[in-house]
């Protein structure tokens, strides 16, 4: 269980002047833990996300989160750098909604594409018939 998720830094740079937009942006968004280290009785796992934005710029925030409730995550971490799956899942899906939501922010900010794909609205053709 996540008892507490915090972003320690924040940096975010914008390479190109924002007229000299590209048409087509790819984003690719990162997430590597760097460390897993047992403080009283939890886990502190600490992260690195990265959101790139082609040659347009990039976003990168580091943070750590407080996990309770195994007590093979630093054994595991220890001897081959990595988490149990079912702890890895828990911990990447509660990371990746903090900071792609801080991203979205930083992004509007620095003036790059959301790192999310927006929705986009169609309109129904009229539909004529017998009724």
Not at 18 to 43: A, C, F, G, H
Not at 68 to 79: A, D, F, H, L, S
Not at 85 to 114: C, G, H, K, M, W
């Amino acid at each position: 269980m996540i008892k507490d998720l915090e972003i320690t830094s924040i940096e975010g740079k914008r390479y190109q002047p924002i007229d000299t937009r590209p048409q087509e942006v790819r984003i690719d968004q990162n997430l590597t833990i760097t460390d897993v280290r047992k403080e009283n009785e939890y886990s502190r796992i600490v992260y690195k996300f990265t959101s790139s934005f082609s040659t347009l710029g990039t976003i990168s925030l580091e943070g750590s989160l407080l996990y309770q409730g195994n007590e093979e995550i630093e054994t595991r971490w220890r001897k081959d750098k990595s988490l149990p799956d079912n702890v890895a899942n828990e911990v990447q899906t509660a990371i990746f909604s903090s900071s792609v939501t801080e991203t979205i922010l930083i992004a509007r900010d620095l003036r790059l594409p959301p790192p999310i794909p927006m929705p986009t609205i169609q309109r129904k053709k009229d539909i004529v018939g017998f009724g």
